[in-house]
């Protein structure tokens, strides 16, 4: 026989659905913020054109060479940027709302800036050096992506926000995966230059964009901005467990 669950005992039942198993469910509408963003993109690239651009120069940009080897952490910062969001909504839910809230201020702050300060660069190659399967992909980036909104790089400040998504967690806790990230978001931001993609300038304003937004988003001055610091989250966890 069955026996009957003890008065007062509470059943919770386990949540259905694609993502029940996530930590952050609760917190996916966050990433909602991609589409909005990539659609005030295009239409800053496509649509809302300036009359004047501000050419992005500097001479140690000529002393930069052009290489199509640094086309793979070009296009790995693709997935070097998904893996992060996926593997923060799925393990720590509170280190995905951080790395949201610096996506959304950081990329929120480039488009306002790219409106107001329109920038451009006349850095790539007429001719590549060297005719292979690099040179090519690097000839598609160029075909799709314009080399207008150039400043500050958002190749830069998305692996930047891996980077600060990595240390949030305890991926960094592990020398193997320090080096990884390390190396894998100097590459990329590496990759921008090496490709004449950006200026030394872009790859600079990218940095500094990342440094205020990380202090904003992650620094426990103030608990963090919007309440997201961990000095907030330690005080959600304590009123929950009171």
Known sequence: MKKDAPA??????????LFAGWAARESLWMAAYWPVYGLLFYLLERVCRPE???VM?????????FHELFVIPYVFWFL??????CYTAKRDAAAFRR???????SHTCALA??????????????????DNVLTDIVAFFYRIDTSTNVCPSLHVVGSMAVWYGAKDTKLLAHRGWR????LATASICLSTVFLKQHSVL???AGLLLSHVVYRLVYHPVREGFLGLGRRAERRRRISRRA
């Not at 007062?8 to 659905?17: E, S, W, Y």
């Not at 070097?80 to 969001?85: C, E, F, R, S």
């Open 8 to 17: 007062g005992a509470l059943t919770q039942a386990r949540p259905k659905g």
């Open 52 to 54: 004047r651009y501000h």
């Open 57 to 65: 120069y500097t001479a140690l940009d000529d002393v930069i060479p």
């Open 80 to 85: 070097y940027l998904i893996g992060i969001h």
């Open 99 to 105: 790395l949201m809230a610096f996506v959304a201020v």
């Open 113 to 130: 800036i790219f409106f107001l300060f329109p920038t451009c660069q006349h850095l790539r190659p007429l001719v590549f050096p060297r």
């Open 179 to 182: 080096v990884f990230f390390l």
């Open 202 to 204: 872009d790859v600079a």
